[in-house]
């Protein structure tokens, strides 16, 4: 057990499956010698020589490359420093990557892992701060994570790495240089899927994934001392997702709200609820989903915090759904 920052935990995964797979290739904007514009890969072109190295600034070639490099023997791993630049090489993750076993009969896979980060941090503006995972959760072939404590973000990321598809490994910037904590580093390389329940309850079943897990946590903790007993369900990969324990946790409670930072509409919230009420599941009182308004993020960091739901926020709808 090493104790680790969520950065540092990234940071000691990438060196695991350097040192595991010499195939393996570290590249993006600034990950070289700066060591990443948020010190993720500070240390890994020191040790590992040309295998880590600098690109130009154009996400579509990195993307483009790194398809062409996991086609043919390698394992690269390339940095979208925001994932709102993953848009300008949609073309190359959605056509391209996500194609490669079906195109090629299965005689190709394409094992590419795409760190990036998102959600809103201060100041972070429109164009840095979209929540997208809703976009490629939308496109067969991809898989998609996204980590919320510093052992989620070492143990994923090894898993990405290891896995033969190509895998969306989605941070959060505002979780990088958070509080230590103690971090396996010599685990197993674990499956990709599953749900884990950070906290038991009879009343409720909240569903939720990324930062946003530390707030639904928070509020969890202040319903309960109004006499409300939530589970509080993570799910930090959401292709393949682990809908048997979503169901599992609704048929307990009967009541089920899910909770994540993108926009409500559109946002993978409405594939859970409509998993959940496909499949029958006994519900006393209709789901709800919490996310943030359908606004751009403006610049303010007073003004943008007000749209992302807070502990408290998400405390009143669910104690709402519970007591309405």
């Known amino acids: 057990m090493r104790e680790l920052t969520y950065g540092e935990a990234v940071n000691a995964a990438l060196h695991r499956v ?11 904007e600034d990950v070289a010698v700066p060591g990443g514009v948020f010190g993720v890969t500070r240390g890994l072109r020191r040790q590992y020589g040309e295998r880590v190295f600098d690109t130009p600034i154009s996400e579509s070639a990195i993307l483009g490359s790194a398809v062409g490099a996991a086609m043919f023997g ?18 190359q993750i959605v056509n391209q990557a996500a194609n490669v076993r079906y195109v090629s009969a299965g005689r190709l896979t394409a094992p590419l892992t795409i760190r990036t980060q998102q959600g809103n941090a201060p100041g972070a503006c429109a164009q840095h701060s979209q929540s997208l995972e809703a976009l490629f959760l939308h496109v067969p072939g991809l898989r998609v994570c996204m980590p919320s404590t510093p052992q989620d973000a070492y143990d994923l990321l090894v898993t990405a790495v290891h896995g033969d598809d190509p895998v969306l490994v989605i941070e959060n910037r505002t979780l990088y240089s958070g509080a230590k904590e103690p971090v396996e580093t010599d685990g197993p390389v674990r499956p990709m899927g599953g749900a884990r329940t950070r906290r038991d309850g009879s009343d409720v079943t909240i569903v939720t994934w990324g930062a946003m897990t530390h707030r ?109």
Not at 74 to 91: G, H, K, Q, T
Not at 250 to 276: D, I, K, P, Y
């Open 18 to 28: 350097m040192e595991e797979l010499p195939q393996t290739l570290v590249y993006g």
């Open 74 to 91: 390698r394992r690269p791993i390339v940095e979208i420093m925001w994932a709102d630049f993953s848009l300008v090489a949609l073309d």
């Open 216 to 324: 639904v946590l928070e509020a969890a903790e202040r319903l309960a001392g109004e006499g409300v007993e939530a589970q509080v369900l993570e799910t930090p990969w959401l292709n393949p997702f682990d809908v048997g324990a979503v169901l599992g946790g609704v048929r307990r409670t009967g009541r089920l709200a899910v909770v994540h930072e993108a926009n409500v509409t559109g946002g993978f919230g409405a594939e859970v609820v409509a998993r959940v009420t496909e499949a029958g599941a006994p519900l006393l009182a209709p789901p709800i989903r919490i996310g943030t308004p359908d606004v751009r993020m403006p610049a303010a960091p007073v003004l943008a915090e007000s749209l992302v739901p807070d502990a408290a926020r998400i405390a009143g709808s669910v104690r709402e759904l519970v007591k309405g």
